[in-house]
């Protein structure tokens, strides 16, 4: 387990260092497997435990266990501590690649932090906390944005775009949250319109029915998996390709993606005659 932990992180340059320093000690004690050698793993551990590399120090420790038998010097380290250590980092890099992938980055970060707080130095987590610290402050960004637009006058189209884009990024941001229910009306006027008479008077017509179950199809099962998008933020083709893309996973048919993409082409007609705020 240690050699293949080093191995991976003589790949990485920010752990090239770490893995040129260990190396020899373990490479030693595998060849030599003398006390001399098995008491510098023993050390070694105890070195990377305070240093904050909680995994690797109990990696290390259980081989030296492994290597040396019954004639292994003893630990130096709180092995059940460092146990409990370990599965809390470890569980936190599984929770934070899964919130990652779902976007959920708020959630990632709190991962982070509790995986940081019992293995200060976990190269897996070191790295999500770069990327989910950038993506939350892009996030930000388009929050303060979608703030300072919807107070402009027919500034609401542009605080949508914003709103979408923070979204996008980071799904359980608090503030972008609050805010897309704040404007829930507008949003859902950029994003979903219901098929009234309005509606049809503006799109041109249409059969009320096949749009209103084309909006039921759009709204519930295309949000199963990410949040709704601006109509005009795609050409009536793209959203053909992206609809077609998804439309195993969402579980839905070549005639009801037709419908779907019936009452896009018609609230897409609707969103451009909407007046801006």
């Known amino acids: 387990m240690a050699k293949q932990y080093i191995a991976h992180a003589a790949q990485d340059e920010k752990y090239k260092a770490l893995a040129a320093a260990l190396a020899p000690r373990l490479q030693a004690a595998l060849a030599s497997r003398s006390a001399t050698a098995l008491q510098t793993l023993r050390d070694t551990a105890a070195q990377l435990e305070t240093v904050g590399y909680q995994s690797l120090a109990l990696a290390i420790d259980e081989g030296t266990d492994r290597l040396g038998g019954a004639t292994a010097p003893p630990t130096k380290v709180n092995r059940d501590e460092l146990k409990k250590k370990v599965a809390i980092s470890t569980r936190a890099v599984a929770r934070t690649r899964q919130a990652v992938a779902m976007r959920c980055l708020v959630n990632a970060d709190q991962e982070i932090r509790t995986g940081l707080e019992a293995e200060p130095a976990r190269p897996e987590l070191k790295a999500f906390q770069v990327k989910v610290q950038k993506d939350l402050e892009d996030a930000n960004k ?136």
């Open 142 to 277: 388009d929050c303060a944005n979608a703030e300072d637009y919807r107070h402009r006058a027919k500034g609401a189209p542009h605080a949508l775009t914003a709103l979408e884009m923070g979204l996008k990024i980071c799904v359980d941001h608090p503030a972008l949250i609050a805010l897309k229910k704040e404007m829930s009306s507008a949003f859902e006027e950029k994003t979903a319109p219901p098929v009234t008479p309005a509606f049809l008077t503006a799109a041109g017509g249409g059969d009320p029915k096949t749009l209103a179950e084309g909006h039921s199809l759009y709204t519930n099962r295309c949000t199963e998996c990410h949040e709704l998008e601006l109509l005009d933020s795609r050409t009536v083709t793209s959203w053909q390709k992206a609809v077609s893309g998804m439309a195993k996973r969402a579980g839905v048919n070549a005639d009801q993606q037709q419908r779907i993409i019936d009452y896009i082409a018609a609230a897409q007609k609707v969103v451009e005659k909407s007046p801006g705020e």
